[in-house]
């Protein structure tokens, strides 16, 4: 099986630690390919980010279909160009927002997800009323932190993370907590450890369902939604 | 007050069809630009059709901000970068999507969203959703035409139209109609007489509500989900 | 155009108040009629309040109708009758409270209604859901001061505008502020600049909307929410 | 106990029927009284007609308190002016709609209301969204048939109630059918007999509760949305 | 008319307290039967108990439909067992959480459900989401005692009650308190009178609906979704 | 990795079958388990069914914990006793429904779900309802089959399953099909080539979940909703 992971944006730093974390839980069989999209701003931080990196998503995704890969996971927690990529795309593709929320849903009562920056709440907020998933919302907290610093000061993300963490525990009612950012991949199980409950590294939980799904042939529908364009 | 619309599409033809009907409706004092996105497709019929016009809608964007327009409208009944648009602007960016929605919100019961192709019907549902406006949904139902067969052929066009009014009407019980495209600017009134229906023409309806809230100097909120980016 | 605003209160104060801030925006071509319900409690607080001046109000409405008029306006913060006008009235008529929430829900993430007293803010939570905007609603906040109070001590009023305002931004999450009393009307753009967001005057912002749709001829549809009674 | 019964229209027939059908099953010991409201309309079909029936129902109502009434019944299925009812009196107030839906979304998976005239569906589904009920609600069907007719023409309004039950059931799933008019007081036991489900009369039900809620001492929670106006 | 009473735990001195209240608020007419499910864990605080109470609870349902009762409560606030007990019975059988919650969105804006301990918070608002009444929903809220220990410790019950009960209504806006125990049946009045609000009392609100209903003869629908199953 | 997977009836038959498939489909290292409930009923097709087979699948669950296994599946599409098994177990215990609706939520806009028996629909309805997907729902259709007649006649179900999917695909707009009952197990690939959309099948699906979930060791929360009981 060949699993394309494409990081969005375009830090080789990012991209490097997505792949070293990557090839630590892949199964062996499993051919991993980490790209990045080069000509994409160097952390998804706004809407505007998200515009500039679709195109080149875009063009990996239609790599990926010609050159036999099984599925494409999109590993930033925005999803970025996720429905276009369906549109054009016969094998899998999966977000890792859309599937670590779905996942998270199934684990607990309700989920609080971490993203860095305050003012990215309300969009974090209308991603979940999007995916249809309101009513397993506990909280949308924010670290204080750019995507640049969480990768740049690991200790001080790591800090500031178990600081939320456990004020939505204790005031959101939150059961299940998702890193919102693939630049916290890795600290889930510590972090886990320290306030016991369950924590969703979004990364790597995609890469374990898409391993699965793409073992039975599952894809998504083409009817409708994410048909493939007449003049593509 | 001067007003910017983009038409996000690269189509000549829709652009002076948009001009020529807004000509008609703006008053007296208001400037008008009507703009297309040349690099953009002929029509936006899918996310992918988005995402390859959203950069020039950006760019038209600043543009307008620059040279001190005071409004700028999204003439695409997709909204396509309505919020990258508003992260980066200034002044007031309306879509003719979001704002058609609301006002028909307001004039009835439930609204029936007229769409040019029947596999783009949930993205429709999709975006009602997503706009907080489900309950207000009668249906969305599909013309069965093209973008481009919608304005090659206006008496097609205009019968197909009538009759899944018709029908959004008596099985849906749609108390407003609303034109979900672009290419169908300019057949409201005629389709509100013969049905004795209420019949949003989004374009032309957007605009009179911008000219409103510009002239009240009202501008969408910059605190958090449309927050200018640190970057820009 | 002509448009008649129905203060649906008999306070000649706030129905000055009103015309005074109208004046100042209305376009040169729209002439104004503002009228008050002579019959009505001084302030409507309570649903007693609105059912007493329900029946003036309907009055006033079908004048409109007679004399030609082009909108009706019902200037109170609970829309009182609304449903009624419209039943019997062939012009759009349009509510305070519908009309900016519809568009406060398009300016930001969430709004924040201000609202008089604190008894009232389940009353208020009710209208938004029977809106349908309830995805859109931060919170209802009170100020703990009466209609007349808001009338009588302005600067007090605007004093407490502010710190309630700050305490929906900053716990709530509100983007839009909604000025919901006519008795606020006036302090929307001070406020405003205070602290940085939104803030909507109803009064004033629909005012503008209805200057816009009625120069398209749009009006409520009288499909079957609001068909004519057969017997009127 | 006493229990006063508010019909909010003026017909003396439909005041009479309501009497006879409580009558026969009322508990011995309740003392009943039904009465009408002489100014209102003969019938209450639109938002009109029940504004206009307002003032003499709350007329009534601040009657039944100050008479020592235990409870009482608003008997319209609009529950035209519960809310201000609620206000003003210190007994607890009742309304068939209010009350039915509740009861009927406990004994079965969905409820169809049934109710005499087409355009009035819009109204019923706003009713049962604004209880907060949307999701018993199978569905609103009308009968085709005015309050008066179905006061009428017993037989042809039995017929009719027939042919439009069995539709709700087989085509919306409905378990349970809530004769959404007083005026289909009485039919009730025949129409389940024949179609094998629930049926419930609003009357009948509504009063049996209140029986049993004044006789425990409930009341409605005079807290917030009910408060007392400081003024009456 | 005759109403078994159960209560799906195995503590004879629970069901002896449900006993004395009903004794007390009964009609004189009514024939009651208090029984308790004597191989079912001595409290009901965990799903598994539930599981484990309810064949015992189905074996009582079975024979009040055997021995002629006309009505079914089960007295515990979790329902446990209540949609297989209607499939399997032709009489009406009412739940005491099911029952009270549709009477407390009736009385108040919003409910608040006291439940003994912190970690049953999830699965209350679940069960209310469950019964479609999550818009009426103010809060969970934990007393943080078990229900043994709210049996043995009638003052220290009340005491918590009352400070919980205030926080409810102030911090959640409360205006009605279900107390979500039956082990706290007796308190209701008294702790009302405290607070100034309306409190329900699960078991007592129920039986005397169940009175009401019976005397109908209303029972649970039968066609769907409580049919009997065809090999009972 | 060693999965068990609990059928909770007593058919040896569907539990061989669910053993055939799973074999074909499971990756070489996974140990797979695969029980029956022998006192459970032949089939799971009422709450009184469910309610029987509870205390058994508990009983396997924790035996699953004692004897050291990384998952439980329970494989019936009603999810019999999920919530008491996650209380009582420390590893990862999976639903077959609540899995495979997360995972049908991610591939298209709706799905639509098959079951046996018309009767049946409302409760599947309430399932999704409770496990807040509400908003992913096409249908629920029924093949008018029971779950033994499924099992009995391959190809009726077959047939009979394409009818109705088409069925489900033209008129609810769905683009995922969900096999709502285990005794479907095998047919999802030959459905799925003939009506070119998704199929579902709700034990394979969630087997391979299932082992990526394991894979990084994640579990269901146990800090609430889940919590271990006390005197277990």
Do not use: W
């Not at 999109?74 to 094998?91: M, Q, V, Y």
């Amino acid at each position: 099986m060949r699993i394309m992971v494409i990081n969005p944006n375009s830090s080789p730093e990012m991209t490097k630690q997505i792949e070293r974390v990557l090839l630590g839980i892949k199964r062996p069989e499993t051919l991993l390919t980490v790209v990045r999209v080069e000509d994409a701003p160097p952390a998804i931080e706004t809407d505007v980010d998200a515009a500039q990196a679709v195109p080149g998503v875009l063009r990996l995704v239609r790599k990926a279909n010609e050159e036999g890969y099984d599925v494409v996971i999109i590993a930033c927690f925005s999803d970025p160009g996720l429905g276009a990529a369906r549109e054009i795309s016969k094998i899998l593709v999966l977000g890792i927002q859309e599937t670590s929320l779905h996942i998270a849903g199934m684990l607990g009562h309700r989920f609080t997800i971490l993203t860095p920056l305050p003012h990215r709440v309300p969009k974090k907020e209308r991603d979940v009323r999007g995916l249809g998933l309101g009513e397993a919302l506990a909280s949308v907290r924010a670290l204080g932190l750019t995507v640049t610093e969480t990768e740049a000061e690991p200790e001080r993300t790591k800090a500031r993370i178990l600081d939320v963490a456990r004020a939505a525990v204790e005031e959101d009612g939150a059961e299940v907590l998702v890193l919102g950012c693939a630049g916290m991949a890795g600290y889930a199980s510590e972090i886990e450890k320290k306030l016991g409950i369950v924590v969703i590294d979004p990364v790597t939980v995609t890469f374990k369902v898409a391993e699965g799904l793409a073992e039975m042939g599952l894809r998504h529908s083409k009817r409708a939604l994410y048909r493939m364009p007449s003049k593509v």
